[in-house]
């Protein structure tokens, strides 16, 4: 029975959701079953122990529908269909039989603001201006011999693609072979909620909804305020855009609510206030959304291309806002990593031997003791790292390969000073394959890796990590294991303390008689720090920490990368 938790000022329904830890899974790069190089669904089977022993509650796959795999499959030609390199829909039935025999849900990603431009109903949109597929996507006449207006694609290049069969242009937020679908036409709608009902009668838990808050556009189309690469900016016109809300909802009556899901909007351009109506507690919409304001600190979505440093007093800043604003009203999402982001520990931790498994530590701990779904991104719980890519021939990410070209084949960022810059940011760092153990190819695959492997697995690899108590991965599992004993972490009020230090995340969380102090280190210096006043050393215990120390002091000494929790009845 799911009881209300209550407290001063809410009242919140446990759902199973909300007490779960999520797994990502990017396929192509877990676990080679077969050798070609390329990760499989039968990989996935085969680790199902390993993620068991980890004791996460959830899976969400990566995309492995049929596709292309222009963007790795983010653009789909099936929606009912495996990819052939991933193996076969009875091979996605064995890996869905064997997470639900060890209490693991799998959450699918469900990308539907475009299909790949060899879905059929593309190839049939674009053969003539009067084929009934033509609505299913967004097309328009040039103006002035060019594209229709001036918006920039996101990996670069105009949003718009010329069509000469038919003399129009169709819209691709994304790559050319990407195009958006046309969410306005009821049609479209009804073809993408029956494909997602079919994937829930198969028994799936739920979805992982790609760039979901991009699918209604401004229909007037209007320019956008010019970028660093010259193209207008889509976002005021697309993100949240005028009817997202109304076919969430219809989504929710026609699919969602008929199941118990965990639904998870990927949400480019989301504030507060628009977080607040997708994930509202009433559940019209989606359990929770991915903001992504604490990612792009370090210049992400206003141009990611750089290697500045987040700062921790920003960071502390737009978590909290987060975490207080949404309390009671809306259900937060908790990540430092996913597949598009570069790895935790190389942007904000330190990757020294000295401090990497600390740091690796001290950030799992600054986000899992916060309120909210976590998400851990696979390898994270091994401590992996960025990758020392040499040459652009070492990267397969579209988007990392085209801003090159673009940026330094215009000039305006000298070759060197790009690579290096990819080699800090690029989506390739998360997306080499997860390194299991210190055989060839880190044990992932037994032919040749589709890209390359971190030469540091002979060092970080999961075989290692599990032959050792105090590694990252027990770590993790024990933060899981946390969440699942103390309902303050899942259900708590959270407050910062000292918002101003730019080196320590303190922060605590209450819930009825029980408060947790969550004290992190951010920084390589030692760190002086005295207990806020209710607290006292004899009435706190010791929950979680990443060096030896167990007592509380009054006034305690952090070591570098230090985190340490303490629990206390009030
Ligand atoms: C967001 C996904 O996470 C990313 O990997 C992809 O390239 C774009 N959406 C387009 O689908």
Request: proline share 4%; with cysteine.
């Amino acid at each position: 029975m799911h009881l209300p938790v209550q407290n001063e000022d809410n009242v919140m329904e446990k759902t199973w959701w909300k007490e779960s830890v999520v797994y990502q899974i990017y396929p192509r790069s877990f676990n080679d079953s077969n050798g070609d190089g390329i990760g499989d669904l039968n990989g996935i089977t085969e680790k199902m122990d390993y993620l068991k022993e980890l004791g996460i509650d959830v899976i969400w796959l990566s995309p492995v529908y049929e596709s292309p795999n222009d963007d790795n499959g983010y653009d789909i030609s099936n929606y009912r269909e495996i990819m052939n390199e991933f193996g076969t829909m009875e091979d996605y039935d064995r890996m869905l039989a064997a997470a639900h025999e060890r209490g693991i849900k799998i959450v699918m990603d469900l990308v539907v603001n475009h299909t790949s431009d060899e879905h059929p109903w593309f190839v049939e949109s674009r053969k003539s201006k009067d084929n009934p597929y033509r609505d299913y996507y967004i097309w328009k006449d040039g103006k002035d011999g060019d594209a229709p207006n001036n918006w920039g694609s996101c990996f670069g290049g105009s949003a718009w693609k010329y069509d000469e069969k038919t003399d129009m242009y169709f819209l691709h937020l994304f790559s050319q072979k990407q195009p958006d679908l046309n969410w306005d036409n009821p049609k479209v709608r009804e073809e993408v909620f029956d494909m997602m009902d079919w994937w829930c009668q198969k028994g799936i838990d739920g979805f992982r909804m790609d760039v979901i808050s991009m699918i209604s556009k401004d229909r007037t189309f209007p320019d956008g305020r010019i970028k660093e690469n010259g193209y207008g900016d889509f976002g005021p016109f697309v993100h949240n855009g005028p009817h997202v809300h109304e076919y969430l909802q219809e989504m929710n009556q026609k699919v969602l609510s008929k199941y118990s899901l965990l639904t998870v909007g990927e949400c480019a351009g989301v504030t507060i206030e628009e977080a607040k109506k997708y994930a509202n507690l009433e559940g019209n919409e989606l359990s929770m959304v991915f903001q992504f304001e604490h990612m792009d600190l370090d210049g992400g979505e206003s141009f990611k291309w750089n290697e500045r440093k987040i700062s921790i007093v920003e960071l502390k800043e737009t978590l909290s806002k987060w975490q207080n604003e949404l309390y009671g009203k809306a259900w937060n999402s908790l990540y430092w990593c996913n597949h598009d982001q570069p790895r935790m520990i190389s942007r904000l931790g330190n990757t020294s031997r000295e401090y990497r498994e600390i740091s690796a530590k001290m950030l799992a701990t600054c986000l899992h003791m916060m309120q909210g779904t976590p998400y851990i991104y696979q390898g994270e719980e091994l401590g992996m790292t960025n990758v020392p890519f040499e040459t652009l021939d070492d990267f397969r990410d579209i988007e990392s390969i085209d801003a090159y070209h673009e940026y330094v084949g215009n000039g305006q960022i000298p070759a060197e000073d790009m690579m290096r810059f990819l080699r800090y940011k690029s989506r390739d760092n998360a997306r080499t394959p997860l390194q299991w153990d210190d055989s060839e190819n880190a044990g992932f695959t037994s032919g040749t890796p589709w890209i390359m492997v971190n030469p540091n697995y002979t060092e970080i690899n999961a075989k290692e990590q599990m032959s050792r108590a105090d590694s990252v991965f027990y770590y993790y599992q024990k933060l899981i294991r946390l969440r699942k004993e103390y309902e303050v972490i899942v259900y708590g009020k959270y407050e910062l303390l000292l918002p101003e230090d730019k080196d320590l995340y303190v922060y605590t969380r209450e819930l009825e008689d029980e408060k947790l102090l969550v004290i992190c280190n951010f920084s390589e210096n030692r760190r002086m720090f005295e207990l806020p006043a209710e607290w006292k050393p004899e009435n706190m215990t010791h929950l979680i920490g990443n060096y030896g120390r167990t007592e509380a002091e009054y006034r305690m000494e952090l070591k570098p990368y230090e985190a340490v929790v303490y629990r206390m009845k009030k």
